[in-house]
């Protein structure tokens, strides 16, 4: 019988909430698993949530990264059919865009193509919402490729942020991260 479970890497640097509610959500799928975590920084409250769930965690370094050879074959045994940024700050290198066109997302915290680019992540986007006195801000869930926040824009939602500190639009923003982006996933791979 063939195979029909889709395997997915998760790819996270940090806190991993993002990658907690994947998790979550994909924990007693039919057709879907979480195989792996890749993760690029020691002691990330990711790789404590994947233990949890029983999901192995590969540990990165940047020339192990770039190593196309040694990587592929360090995923290789997982048979990952997709990969999901989750809060991941590296640029993915060229190689592995490649290997798994348009088989990649990233989220990213605002509402793409305003507020992306190298150095726009995490705090430093809503401290720009915040400043820029926007009115909106929201989500982005967008195909990878070999520039920052530039790939195809699969989904996006909004919220308003107006009054909002730059903490409170974090949280906001946070949400939507929360309860779009497993099932945005899933649409893709089923
Ligand atoms: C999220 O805001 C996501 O948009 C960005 O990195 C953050 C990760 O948060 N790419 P967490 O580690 O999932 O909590």
């Known amino acids: 019988m063939t195979n029909t479970i889709k395997n997915i890497a998760v790819f996270a640097s940090g806190g991993g909430s993002n990658a907690q509610k994947i998790f979550e959500h994909f924990q007693h799928h039919t057709s879907v698993k979480v195989a792996l975590v890749v993760c690029n920084k020691e002691g990330a409250h990711v790789i404590e949530r994947a233990k949890k769930f029983g999901i192995p965690v590969l540990m990165i370094n940047k020339t192990f990264f770039q190593n196309e050879k040694e990587f592929l074959a ?3 045994p997982h048979k990952i059919d997709f990969i999901v940024l989750a809060g991941f700050l590296w640029l993915i290198p060229p190689y592995l865009i490649r290997a798994f066109p348009n088989k990649m997302v990233n989220i990213h915290p605002a509402l793409l193509p305003k507020y992306g680019g190298k150095g726009m992540h995490g705090h430093f986007v809503h401290e720009a919402i915040y400043k820029n ?18 790939g195809e824009i699969i989904f996006q939602a909004k919220c308003a942020v107006e009054g909002l500190n730059p903490e409170e639009i974090a949280a906001e923003v946070l949400k939507l991260e929360h309860l779009h982006f497993a099932k945005e996933i899933e649409k893709l791979l089923c």
């Open 74 to 76: 360090a995923l290789q």
């Open 133 to 150: 006195k926007e009115k909106e801000s929201g989500i982005s869930i967008h195909f990878v490729n070999e520039i920052y926040d530039s």
